[in-house]
């Protein structure tokens, strides 16, 4: 019987995960082949999607990559000794104990600190099993191997830090610094600044049309929520179908659809949540305080993130703001 699946009802095979204390000497070496490999084609996948935007560390991955290929190359050259030419398939989801990797280098373009997290992750995963495997082994050549693999993982962070310091020259640095700010910016910044704006400006001729229409405050808050979750949901959508970031570069369009929107409907809700006080004209004078305060920060999001001057970024968005905010109001008492 295969030594990775167990026969069901109606002829059917179904896989069945082992456990590494399960695992002859042969297979824990295959196994470790199979993980050199597997860290080795990811390492190569980091380097190659940090090259166009952080060059320094890509290539510190690829030096991280040629290492995992010499564990390869090592284990290989044992195992053959050992058993020849034939290597058992045995990876690491047929194994119990491994932690299941998001595939964040299938993101395109890669984050820098998602990336160095995921290495980290892997050194210390990729450590711990040949820390384990080497109680397993039987032979004292496999257990030395196992042992010294263990050890050169363990060492990896010095190892990288070496390589940083002699890929990543304070120039270097500094210019990933940048690309990295521009990437936050194009992914994050921009559609959570389209969407702050579109909510709290758009929704602001609604709120106060109903609340000087009305003279009701809970008429005010349910046409004001209506309005931003409503608000949040186009924006949302049209964000996500904008574009699938793949030429822009503008990251994945679920996340920038979701920024958008939830900074849509906040800023929507923010002057809409003090039509709750039951007193009308003390629920209308928060709202315009509340308002000033969102109109603030925009106009300093603007001017930290977008280069905009102060004084540009104030007159732009308090202009759009007071338009709409007055045309509410003449609405509203029409």
């Not at 990811?42 to 060059?55: H, I, Q, S």
């Not at 397993?136 to 196992?146: H, I, T």
């Not at 603030?296 to 001017?303: A, D, F, N, T």
């Amino acid at each position: 019987m295969h030594a990775f699946a167990a026969p069901v009802a109606d002829g059917i095979v179904s896989p069945r995960m082992r456990t590494l204390d399960t695992l002859s000497e042969r297979e824990i070496l295959a196994l470790a082949i199979s993980l050199e490999e597997e860290d080795e084609r990811v390492y190569a996948d980091f380097a190659e999607g940090l090259r166009e935007n952080f060059p320094g560390s890509a290539a510190v991955f690829e030096g991280m990559r040629k290492e995992e290929s010499e564990h390869r190359r090592r284990l290989l050259d044992l195992y053959r000794q050992f058993y020849g030419e034939h290597i058992p398939l045995i990876r690491r989801q047929d194994v119990k104990g491994f932690v299941h990797r998001r595939p964040v280098w299938l993101v395109r373009p890669l984050g820098l600190d998602a990336v160095r997290n995921q290495a980290s992750a892997m050194e210390i995963e990729t450590r711990r099993f040949y820390e384990r495997a080497a109680t397993r082994a039987q032979s004292a050549s496999v257990r030395q191997l196992l042992d010294d693999l263990a050890n050169e993982e363990r060492s990896h962070a010095d190892r990288a830090q070496q390589l940083e310091q002699a890929n990543l020259k304070p120039e270097v640095i500094e210019r990933e610094d940048e690309a990295r700010r521009r990437l936050f910016v194009l992914q994050i910044v921009q559609p959570g600044l389209a969407g702050l704006m579109d909510g709290s400006v758009s929704t602001l001729a609604p709120v106060f049309a109903a609340a000087f229409a009305t003279r009701s405050s809970w008429t005010a808050f349910a046409v004001g929520l209506a309005a931003s979750v409503g608000a949040g949901i186009s924006m949302g959508f049209a964000e996500a179908l904008s574009d699938d970031g793949s030429l822009t570069g503008r990251g994945h369009p679920l996340v920038r659809g979701l920024v958008c929107g939830l900074m849509t409907a906040l800023g929507g809700i923010g002057h809409t949540l003090p039509f709750l006080i039951s007193n009308f004209q003390a629920a209308l004078v928060a709202a315009a305080l509340v308002v000033v305060v969102e109109l603030g920060i925009i106009s300093w999001v603007r001017h930290r993130y977008m280069d905009t001057p102060t004084w540009a970024a104030a007159l732009q968005v308090g202009l759009g703001g007071i338009l709409v905010f007055a045309t509410g109001v003449l609405i509203g008492n029409s």
